[in-house]
């Protein structure tokens, strides 16, 4: 499922649940994957999904709490926990498969006997996880999707409180979220501080999926998308280190009792040499405790890239900017906002209908943060014109345009392909005031519209159209000219 281009002009509970079903469907998809046992990366990308999903439904969960039930979020963190220790496996299997090389031969033999125990429980850890994803993923999806799909929608009477609803709470959590990760980070003084590290690294991946939505709207976004990229990365390798270390140092206990276990052996065989009588002698603990060395080096290579990089002041222009951007975004003038009040109808009027109309083909050019806008309008007393206009989001809303000739708009017209509308446009006068009523032939939707004569002019309803009218819907975003081209 594809972000709209227009998302943060959506009210903030459309644009969440937009994105969580985004996840939703890449999830969705590496769990189908997972049956095709020639797919070798199914598994990965479904842990991954899975992690995202989780993380994005917490960062929106203020604007999507109404659709996701306590009973979902656990099912979606028990998935999760299944998907981290098989995640943790193949993580710890790749290290030490690298170590092959830096290690003598009889350290080997401890690096092999692990790798094998290691084999053996990432393969009940799939098996585990397959399990749990056939058995109720496809359920807990079904109803999770549903839910995200439908919400109820408190109406707004004031139209500038509704404008660009998504765009100031995002804004104001990116500073939010980014203020947490700062004082997360803070609290790293020393490699022993690892559940502040935990914290950092789930503060860092909210951050982030808060800003990946809107990386081609905002300028600025991408390289703080890289950067928070390689703070994952110093973190995970901070936090693999760590973890691996534990579960290693607990293996040592167990190769002595396996090495005891084969010499006992050995001396029962009475000099015949079986299968085990044969690596009697291979104590696989000298390797073992090479690989703690080594992970030793390797959590303070990671802590040094982490100091170096993020603590004590060094990432004081990241933040800066973070800051920057969620006031941007909160402070965001709307690439789609109008001026007219606009108005949902249960049908056409009947009285709209004796009026002449005038056939409107519009079409919307690819773009984000300039946005050009062309239309075919038909007249049966007019001839055929073609008419562009833009707008633009930044600093100052931009409005311009004019008639273009027949052989430029043969050119642009097929760029629109997927963002046109198609309606029919009757416009009736009230009292010397203009109202559009649109029936669109695309759909089933027919729309007033009304710009006021005058700033600070109240509206009337006319006598005429007041039966017709099912509420107003001024500043939704759903209802914006571009929102409706499809």
């Known amino acids: 499922m594809s972000l709209p281009d227009y998302l943060l002009d959506l009210p903030a509970e459309e644009a969440a649940r937009l994105i969580a079903l985004g996840l939703l469907d890449r999830t969705a998809d590496a769990a189908r994957r997972l049956a095709d046992s020639t797919d070798p990366m199914a598994l990965h990308d479904f842990r991954v999904a899975t992690r995202r999903l989780r993380s994005g439904l917490e960062a929106y969960r203020p604007e999507i709490d109404g659709s996701v039930s306590r009973a979902s979020r656990r099912r979606l963190r028990r998935l999760a926990r299944a998907t981290r220790r098989s995640r ?29 125990r290691l084999e053996a429980r990432r393969h009940r850890a799939d098996r585990r996880l397959g399990v749990l994803v056939a058995r109720r993923f496809a359920r807990f999806e079904r109803r999770l999707r549903r839910r ?44 022993a501080d690892d559940a502040a590290a935990r914290r950092a690294r789930i503060a860092a991946k909210r951050l982030r999926y808060l800003l990946e939505p809107i990386r081609g709207e905002v300028d600025g976004v991408e390289p703080l998308i890289v950067r928070l990229r390689d703070l994952q990365d110093a973190l995970g390798e901070l936090h693999d ?45 000298p390797g073992l405790l ?20 993020w603590l004590a002041g060094a990432a004081d222009s990241f933040f800066e900017a973070v800051g920057a951007v969620g006031k941007r975004v909160a402070h965001r003038p709307s690439c789609v906002a109008e ?84 309606k029919r446009r009757h416009v009736m006068s009230d009292y010397g005031v203009q109202w559009a009523i649109d029936q669109f ?14 700033e600070g002019v109240e509206v009337i309803l006319p006598e005429w159209l007041q039966p017709y009218v099912v509420r107003e819907v001024t500043g939704e975003g759903a209802y914006t000219s571009r929102a409706l081209a499809r």
Request: charged content about 35%.
């Open 88 to 116: 943790d496996f193949e993580v710890h299997l790749q290290w030490e498969r690298a170590q092959d090389a830096v290690l003598t031969e009889r350290q080997r033999t401890g690096l092999r006997w692990h790798l094998e």
């Open 241 to 285: 280190s760590q973890t691996h270390w534990v579960e290693l140092s607990g293996e040592v206990e167990k190769a002595g009792r396996e090495h005891a276990r084969r010499l006992e052996g050995a001396l029962r065989d009475g000099g015949e040499r079986g299968p085990e009588s044969a690596d009697a002698g291979d104590d696989p603990r």
């Open 148 to 191: 995200l799909e439908t919400y109820r929608l408190h109406i707004e009477r004031d139209p500038t409180r509704r404008r660009h609803e998504a765009a100031a709470v995002l804004g104001r959590r990116l500073c939010k979220f980014g203020g947490d990760l700062e004082c997360r980070l803070a609290a790293m003084r020393t490699m």
């Open 290 to 309: 090479a690989l703690l060395e080594r992970l030793d080096d390797r959590e303070a290579e990671a802590f040094a890239r982490l100091r170096a990089d």
């Open 339 to 422: 001026i007219e009040r606009r108005f949902l109808l249960r049908r056409m009027p009947a009285s709209a209908q004796a009026f002449a109309f005038q056939a409107i083909e519009q079409g919307w050019l690819p773009g984000r943060r300039v946005v050009e806008r062309i239309r075919l309008l038909r007249r049966p007393d007019v001839p055929i014109t073609y008419h562009s206009s833009k707008c633009a989001t930044g600093g100052r809303s931009m409005a311009v345009g004019g008639e273009v000739d027949l052989q430029l708009f043969e050119q642009i017209w097929p760029l629109t392909s997927g963002r046109r509308v198609v």
């Open 441 to 454: 032939l695309d759909r089933d939707l027919v729309l007033a519209e009304v710009a006021p004569p005058a």
